[in-house]
Structures are given as C-alpha cells and as structure tokens.
C-alpha cells in the first residue's frame, strides 16, 4: 500500500514509488491520495481505547486497517522544512488508534509483520533536511508493528529532476531489494 502525502499524484515521491514497484515486479499497488482523502488529524481525545476505532468518521479507521493489512507500506512526501506533508502527517497521527490498542508503548504489541518504507523529496538541499521526516516515519512503523527498512532521499530536485538523479534511482533499487527479503 502505498500512501501518497503529495499534492501530485505523478510527482516526484510517486515516481520514485514507480521504480519500487517496477523493481518489485509488483505490479499495480494500491495507492491512497491523501490530499483527496481529508482525513482529519488525530485530536487526542483518547476515546480510541475504548471503542471501535476513531470518533471521526472521515474514513482513516479503515486505511488504517488497509495499511496494518498490507505487507508493505510505503509513505511518499515531499517535505516541507523537514517535516512530511501535513496530510501524511494526520493520517499518521491517526494511527494513534492502533498505539491505544497496544497498550499505549511504541514496539508493544505483535512482532513486526511486513515493513515499512520512507520515499522523500525535497527542491531543496541541506544536511539533514530528511531526518526529522526519517523518525516520524520510523515511530509511526514501528507503531504499525512494521519493519522500517529505510528511506530514499531526492534532495535537490529543483535543480537536478527526479529522472536524471541516478542516486536516487540506485537508493530506491536497495530499498526495493531489501522489500524482497522481507515480505
């Protein structure tokens, strides 16, 4: 499953995840476009506990459940001042759901079952302008009782395009090689 927190559904994150699944041999993968989706972020009203899913009704409790379903999951983004989009951003936020049912601890809970995978892109390029996005992503899977096996980084593609970064090409073939191994 793949969960696109960009704008454009033809960006550079998703034709990054075009590669993975080309690489995958996956074929056609479900995708939510959480720009379309509008789910509302997580209120911490803690009522998740003690009831079935989330007191918001806007659709996130069952991609929730799609995702924790999926063998891989992916979250692609731009980032934004090293920060995912804000639509990823609640969906993951609601995944809170999932962290009350475990009892509340990160890592509770079942072994890991599939994993999870980061694909970022960014206009422009810094040190570190991918980490804070990276912790997110890795707490968020681990929440999920997923495998994070890592992320691939297009600094940069203001001045060199996604099709011409052979970095990032080479980055997302070891994701992909890593996703084979664990699912």
Known sequence: MLANGSPHPEGNGMRMAGWLLDDLAAGEARVLELYDAGFAPCRGCRLCG????????????????????SDCLVFVSPVHFSSLSSPLIAFISRMQMVWRERGGELGCGPAPRGCGVLLVSGGSDYPGMFEPARKVAAAAFRTMGREFLGMACAAGTDAVPIPHNRDVRADVRTLAERVKACC
């Open 50 to 69: 003690g009831m079935d899913g989330c007191i918001a009704k806007d659709g996130a409790d069952r991609a929730v459940r799609d995702a924790l379903a």
